[in-house]
DNA sequence: GTATCTGCAAATTCTTTGCTTGCCC
DNA sequence: GGGCAAGCAAAGAATTTGCAGATAC
């Protein structure tokens, strides 16, 4: 049986899980109930959730999750280069999935707070070769564009009002 | 030619302390000591400092800042498109120059947590194209390169698998 | 003169840690 | 069974806020 095409469990998410359980073992820690919850809470998250966020995606789906357990196992999928962590400045962490298929950049405003992604591909060939200029094995990267969304430009230049909702892919 | 590193007081850095100024009074807000002897000494830093640093800074020069101040400051400083804040993952808010001529990315060593920084013009204009697709007024942007620098692959050629920083708690 | 700013400390927010009980291997 | 992990609460760290006295304009 497959899963829905809208959902993110497919066989990407799959091979994420067996990564999951590969990089588990290879760090020699146990694998448990909550981090293989939590890794599927993420997967199926769409944009860049907050430690709070998963928590309450979880708990929305019935898992009762302690905070630092999340915190802790957001690091262990940091380590296994599942995730990376991202700063919007907003105060608060801010998790992506990292894969290495969906490389991509954020576009975020000033005006509004949220961030659109676009793919990398035409960038990251500078970036490789720039990394081996400085002798520098590059591992994984963050671009961050700052500016103002197509929205914002049509709204009053003033408007301070932040939107709820943080990120639309478009 | 190039610039001897020692101190930033140069010309550019007069430029700022105007832009400064007209930014203040732009903002419609006060020109205090405090702010001047925040500016100057966040020009005359290398690196990335944060508040805390610059609290050190200051002080070590007779200045005596409260960190409220300071961040009130550096606010300031951030919307007047003077300073950027950044996030290199150690816990606390980083802050450089933004003088639209010293565009750089950097690298970052995830063993050491050394910053290297690099030009970026060769990917600059792949920036510019990718905003204007996306209807997107680029103000400014942040890359971040994560891997091994120099340094720590003479030093630890095999273990690649610990990123850690001084908040690990081994 | 008055509206804004500073500095202090308290408050807030995000994240980590200590410890006891529970669960994976 | 032994040791790693979860959950809770408390600690820790970074940042923001409230307010009384000080200061720029």
New interface residues.
């Given amino acids: 049986m497959y899963a829905l095409p809208q959902t993110r469990s497919d066989v990407t998410d799959r091979s994420c899980l067996d990564d999951f359980a590969r990089s588990l073992q290879?760090?020699g820690v146990k694998q448990t109930r909550q981090r293989k919850v939590i890794l599927q809470v993420f997967l199926d998250m769409e944009g860049h959730p907050s430690p709070e966020e998963i928590r309450e995606e979880a708990r929305r789906k019935g898992h009762r999750l302690g905070l630092a357990t999340i915190y802790r196992t957001l690091k262990l999928l940091?380590?296994a280069g599942l995730a990376r962590?991202l700063?919007f400045?907003d105060g608060q962490g801010r998790y992506e999935r990292r894969d290495g298929k969906e490389r991509h950049?954020h576009?975020i405003?000033?005006q509004c707070g949220r961030t659109?992604e676009?793919p990398v591909a035409?960038?990251e060939g500078?970036?490789s070769?720039?990394?081996e200029?400085?002798?520098?094995?590059?591992?994984?990267?963050?671009?961050?564009?700052?500016?103002?969304?197509?929205a914002c430009?049509k709204r009053a230049p003033k408007d301070t009002t932040k939107p709820t909702k943080r990120t639309c892919s478009?």
Same sequence: chains 1, 2.
Avoid: N, P
Avoid at 137 to 149: A, F, P
């Fill in positions: 290879r760090l940091v380590d962590k700063d400045g950049l576009l405003c000033q659109i676009a035409t960038v500078r970036f070769e720039l990394a200029a400085h002798s520098f094995v590059l591992h994984s990267h963050t671009t961050m564009l700052y500016g103002l969304c197509k430009l478009e």
